[in-house]
Each structure stands twice: as C-alpha cells, then as structure tokens.
C-alpha cells in the first residue's frame, strides 16, 4: 500500500544545515498499522509530511497504492493525495467557521469522486453517525469537546474512501481516557475497512497496539528496541 526508499530531507536554517532525513524506508501493506516512535525533533512529523505527498524530500520516492507521489505534477499529486490518504492531525484542523457536517464534507469537495452536494452530505452524515457524532451534525467545532472534534477529524480522513490514513499524535491533546477512546475507534475503523494505518505517537501503550513499531534515530527507520518488561 506504502512504500518508500531512501528518503532525504534537509532544513536550511540561518546559520546551519539540518539533516532530518537520512535515507528513511518503509514498506506497509494492506490493512497493516505501523507506529513511528523516537525522540522529539528526531524528524517524525517531516517523515508523515513527505509520506503524504506534503512537502517534498530532497531525494527518495514515495508510491501510495502504485501511485509514485514525486514523479507527478503537482496537480497529479493533490488528486493521489486526495484520493489515497487521509490524514488526522493532533490539533484537528477544524474550520471554525463551518459546522461539523462541513467540515467533514471538506476533502470530498475536490472532485476526486464524481459526487454530488448531496451525496458529499449523506455520506459525512453516515460518517458521522460511525463515529458516534449523529446528534452533533450541525454543531459548530467550537461547541464540542476534544474528543469530539478529533472524532470529526476521523470522519473527514474517510470521506474519499482512502486506502492508508496517516496519523500524527492523533491522541496528543486529549486525556488519557479519551485518547484511549479515540484509538479504539481508529483501530476499529482501520480493521472494518482495511486501512494501512501509519501513525506517530509518543505513547509506548498505543505504539503497542500496532502491527510493527519503527523508530526514528539518526535519519532513519528501524524495528524499535522491546520495551523492557
């Protein structure tokens, strides 16, 4: 579903040369959910960027679902992007000037599917409902709590039918009893639909929950040492 090779990202700062990237690699196949583990500022965030076609590596190739991200214009990208992937964010991302249905019916307003108005709002409603958020369709984000907006947030990352979501500390700003909530429901989704699932995460406990756990260190991904019992 995902696979990426020798991945190279450097940051040009005004006084040095921050190499992220170092040849960073990845392989995940259908249904699989991966962790990305390692310390902060090791490059976890840049590494989901690039692996979601949103900020281009220096050298190295992604290809989502057969689709090489790089070797396409970036309109060609935006429509993989749109199609392929679904992103959830640790700060939700919300438009507060829309209502929760909106918001949810955003990336379906692209025009990767043939859908009309119509049929974008029935199936964010469906959504909706998945995630336990029926009652709340017409609500404004800002009249709902963390985990409620984060749970909208899931919804929206399933409106094009992706095939892979990449998660950045989905359960960052939440307590520990709702990002627990919030994981379950992830996972849930992840297995119903057969989703690869890549997220990053700071919390040994959820990393745990996943197929495999890589860690980043020194530029590149590799299997994380087990955690001592």
């Known amino acids: 579903m995902l696979e990426a090779t020798n991945l190279r990202k450097t940051y040009t700062l005004p006084h040095k040369r921050v190499e992220v ?25 840049t590494l989901l ?8 590596p220096d050298a190295g190739d992604v290809c989502v679902g057969g689709h090489a991200l790089y070797a ?8 993989v992007r749109a199609s392929q992937i679904g992103f959830v964010f640790q700060s939700y991302h919300l438009l507060p000037e829309m209502d929760v249905t909106e918001n949810v019916m955003l990336p379906a307003m692209t025009g990767v599917r043939k859908t009309t ?12 409902d998945q995630v336990g958020l029926a009652d709340r ?8 709590s963390g985990g409620e907006q984060q749970r909208v947030a899931l919804a929206r990352a399933l409106i094009n039918e992706p095939a892979l979501i990449l998660a950045d500390e989905p359960t960052g700003n939440l307590d520990r009893m709702t990002g627990a909530q919030i994981m379950e429901l992830l996972f849930s989704l992840s297995c119903t639909r057969e989703l690869a699932l890549v997220m990053v995460t700071h919390s040994p406990e959820t990393a745990a929950l ?9 530029g590149l991904l590799a299997a994380a040492p087990a955690r001592p019992l």
Request: aromatic letters at 0%; charged letters at 25%; hydrophobic letters at 40%.
């Open 210 to 218: 996943c197929d495999r756990v890589l860690e980043l260190r020194d």
């Open 21 to 45: 990237l170092k040849g960073a690699s990845i392989h995940v196949g259908k249904g699989e959910r991966v962790a990305i583990v390692g310390r902060s500022g090791a490059g976890k965030s």
């Open 72 to 79: 396409v214009p970036q309109r060609l990208r935006t429509a």
């Open 117 to 128: 108005r119509q049929q974008m709002r029935q199936r964010a409603l469906a959504l909706l």
């Open 49 to 56: 960027h690039v692996l979601g076609g949103l900020d281009r």
């Open 137 to 144: 369709a017409t609500h404004m984000p800002l009249e709902l």
